[in-house]
């Protein structure tokens, strides 16, 4: 019930590509999935985040797409810039607890 | 900007020794956290502390206590490191009640001998 699990563990892409990591979640009470993106040396940092109850959502280049019926998300990373190569972690977690449930993490590497 | 403090980037210690790891935030966040985290496992919660002097066991509090003596710091304990408990261990904060977001340290590097 508390599981959230992330693919691919590794991407590759090319500069320009379109980069797509995908979360799903098992826990129908998480009301927000943020996700968070980590340089190596650094700690996670919020990227971009959202609630249930709208289907996508975009800042600049990167955009969460929700299915609330599959208990999917995913965070697609357009036109991706070396700068974007990092890792990145998603998760969920409910209104009113403390708890963050982590997928195990996406490392990618954006080619130049 | 919030900012969370880690006491050290990098720490070697020996088998059995008593390790301490300091985490201070300077946002007055009533949540605070100690998560680990291991390649291909992500990030799992030890322990969080909802506010001064209270704390919860996260997925993981085996080997570990914690202290929050003041609202601004929470200190991880390892009793008697072992080598299984190398790893990065990263701190969070959050405010209580409001945005869900989680502000991070840069992580402590942690291996034990």
């Known amino acids: 019930q508390q599981q959230v699990k992330q693919s691919p563990q590794s991407l590759i892409v090319q500069k320009g590509g379109i980069s797509i990591i995908n979360c799903a979640y098992e826990?129908?009470?998480?009301?927000?999935f943020p996700w968070y993106q980590q340089f190596p040396g650094k700690g996670p940092a919020l990227l971009i985040a959202?609630?249930?109850?709208?289907s996508e959502k975009k800042e600049g280049r990167f955009t969460i797409s929700f299915n609330k019926s599959a208990k999917q998300f995913s965070l697609h990373i357009m036109d991706s810039q070396p700068g974007d190569s990092a890792t990145y972690f998603c998760a969920g977690t409910t209104s009113g607890t403390y708890k963050y449930i982590f997928g195990t993490g996406t490392r990618l590497k954006v080619l130049a | 900007d919030v900012k969370v403090t880690q006491s050290s980037r990098y720490l070697v210690k020996r088998t059995g020794e008593k390790v301490f790891l300091e985490c201070v935030q300077d946002m007055d966040h009533e949540n605070m956290f100690w998560y680990r985290q291991d390649p291909g496992l992500g990030l799992r919660l030890i322990y969080f502390s909802y506010d001064v002097k209270m704390k919860e066991k996260g997925d993981i509090p085996e080997g570990y206590s914690v202290s929050r003596e003041k609202k601004e710091r929470f200190s991880l304990i390892l009793e008697s490191a072992s080598t299984n408990q190398t790893s990065m261990y990263l701190c969070?904060?959050?405010?209580?009640?409001?945005?869900?977001?989680?502000?991070f340290g840069q992580g402590t590097r942690l291996t034990v001998v």
């Open positions: 969070a904060s959050r405010l209580a009640g409001g945005a869900p977001e989680a502000f």
């Open positions: 826990n129908t009470a998480f009301d927000y």
């Open positions: 959202i609630r249930p109850d709208v």
